[in-house]
């Protein structure tokens, strides 16, 4: 027996109402999503701004040194025809061996050093550096320099071997490829320094000078721009 009550209506009814709700859902899903985008784009508008601040930054950094670099280039580049060339540069490091017979051999082939991690390179070469075992050192800081692995710190030490092993034009050259790829490290103030008195001991006087006095106007209170005030009254 039949009550008179029909389930037909009420079911299209919740139909009706979920799908009503369903397409609120969904624009406001969109709406959303939109929003994200918006916020997103305007994020990637501000890291592109600050990106643009960071360079501008760093650019304003290396102007600073950018007359320093450049007497340095200059300087350097007159006396290179004379006193240096790779070939010639090769055939002074060929000598390290026997011109420092208290260096110890080292026992690890040179296939195995080249097998070495860059890292654990450059620690070997700073190892071999201070305990001033050159010739070795000079093995790995070049290999470092060749795999692109701090090369502004590696010609730096290939440039104080040099210069404390009195190959002076050895020196300029390494100094000069430092400082051109970075001028702005923490050792700068010793590479100007070594430069002025690699350039006093090759015989370039005026170059030296000027050098010296950078030395003393850009790093006035190192214990570098005392030597060079010393020195530059010496000449």
């Known amino acids: ?17 979920n799908r009503s709700k369903i397409s ?22 501000m890291n592109a701004t600050i990106e643009q601040l960071k360079s ?7 102007s600073d040194d950018t007359a ?9 580049d007159k006396i290179n025809a004379n006193y240096v060339s790779k070939d010639e540069l090769k055939k002074v490091l060929s000598k390290y061996n026997i011109k420092y017979s208290d260096e110890k051999k080292s026992s690890t082939p040179a296939k ?9 390179l450059y620690s070997q070469a700073m ?31 290939l440039g104080e071997i040099s210069y404390y092993t009195k190959a002076y034009d050895n020196a300029l050259f390494y100094y000069k490829k430092s400082a ?3 001028s702005s490290a923490s050792y700068m103030p010793v590479l100007m320094l070594h ?3 690699s350039l006093d001991r090759v015989g370039q006087k005026s170059q030296a000078k000027l050098f010296y006095q950078n030395v003393i106007d850009n790093y006035p209170s190192t214990k570098s721009a005392t030597i060079a005030q010393n020195r530059l009254g010496k000449l």
């Not at 859902?25 to 508008?45: V, Y």
Request: aromatic fraction near 10%; charge should be positive.
């Open 24 to 45: 609120y859902l969904k624009s406001k899903l969109a709406e959303q999503q939109n929003r994200i985008d918006g916020l997103i784009s305007i994020i990637d508008g």
């Open 127 to 157: 190892k071999f550096y201070l305990e001033k075992e050159y010739a070795q050192a000079i093995k790995r800081f070049e290999i470092c320099d060749k795999r692109g692995y701090k090369v502004a710190q590696s010609n730096f030490y």
């Open 68 to 76: 320093l670099i450049r007497d340095l280039g200059k300087m350097i």
């Open 180 to 182: 051109s790829i970075s």
């Open 56 to 62: 501008n930054q760093r650019l304003a950094s290396k």
């Open 195 to 197: 430069t002025a008195i």
């Open 112 to 120: 195995a050093i080249s097998k070495s991690s860059t890292k654990e």
């Open 1 to 17: 027996m039949s009550l008179g009550y029909s389930y037909e209506v009420p079911i299209k009814d919740v139909v009706i109402q």
